[in-house]
């Protein structure tokens, strides 16, 4: 595949993933009492979006392979949206008691968020329903990579990193972060890495054996960019840099936080405690 036709599908995967991630984050800033119609909002181009999976899964085009990962973007979106509003987390919204260790500590986390992760396993099981036997898969492609990616994110913070980005966890979800210690490595980081290593080199294989013109042809390239970004984003966890400067313009202060949360306890907040944690 010549330099031309990798150009745009890396260019876009890039762009949608810088830009989505920072629509979520300012969805997230909206006031509490309103998340309930943000949602039912977004759960329109959750229709839409799973109606551009069906329509484009028999397309074996390159516009077809864009339209159907944007697709798969917004349905993504819609989840992490619920997820960090507060709407689908898990039975157990509470901090990690101080004496729980181990399996303990695992099961109370996986508490805190099971009902996410079992909301986007079984929408990724609809996609690769949606998509079987089909030629334009990249719905499910990319629901599914960025499902598993996530998943190696969320097992990595919760042995331990040292950067942890939880500025990003608005103030209904800061007992989340009682989960998440502090550490310079863990046993699962350069298995994640490895893994995600080899998974980027066989979609460019794949992207490069497959029928140019094809739907998948630039499907494996859009793929290979998200697998890469994750890789990135793991990155992002051990290396002494700080990403979160990506979505400045996006993600709340603090100190707005707790506002929101709590606006008449807050009223009397130093002008120290609004600045940006970024």
């Avoid at 973007?73 to 509003?85: K, N, Q, R």
């Avoid at 396993?121 to 949606?130: S, V």
């Avoid at 990506?246 to 609004?274: C, F, I």
């Amino acid at each position: 595949m010549d330099l031309a036709n990798l150009a745009a599908p890396i260019v876009s995967t890039v762009f949608a993933w810088w830009f989505s991630t920072g629509i979520i984050l300012l969805l997230v800033r909206l006031p509490p009492k309103s998340y309930g119609t943000a949602l039912s909002l977004f759960a329109l181009v959750l229709a839409l979006a799973t109606g551009g999976v069906i329509m484009t899964a028999d397309e074996n085009t390159t516009s077809a392979a864009y339209f159907a990962a944007g697709c798969a973007l917004c349905i993504w979106g819609w989840h992490e949206a619920s997820f960090l509003m507060g709407k689908i987390t898990g039975p157990r919204p509470a901090a990690c008691p101080a004496e729980a260790k181990g399996w303990t500590r695992f099961k109370f986390a996986t508490l805190t968020v099971i009902h996410h992760e079992i909301a986007i396993f079984l929408t990724l099981l609809a996609l690769i329903g949606l998509t079987w036997g089909q030629p334009n898969p990249v719905a499910a492609w990319t629901f599914g990579i960025l499902f598993a990616m996530r998943i190696s994110a969320k097992l990595n913070i919760f042995l331990g990193v040292p950067n942890l980005t939880d500025e990003f966890f608005p103030a209904h979800l800061e007992h989340l972060k009682s989960y998440l210690p502090k550490r310079p490595m863990n046993a699962l980081m350069p298995v994640s890495v490895i893994g995600s290593l080899i998974l980027c080199a066989w979609l460019m294989t794949q992207a490069d054996r497959a029928v140019e013109g094809s739907a998948m042809a630039t499907g494996f390239v859009l793929l290979f960019t998200l697998a890469a970004l994750a890789l990135l984003e793991h990155f992002f966890m051990v290396l002494p840099v700080q990403d979160a400067a990506l979505w400045r313009w996006a993600s709340p202060s603090k100190g707005a936080q707790k506002l929101e949360a709590n606006p008449a306890k807050d009223q009397d907040l130093s002008p120290t405690a609004w600045e940006s944690t970024k």
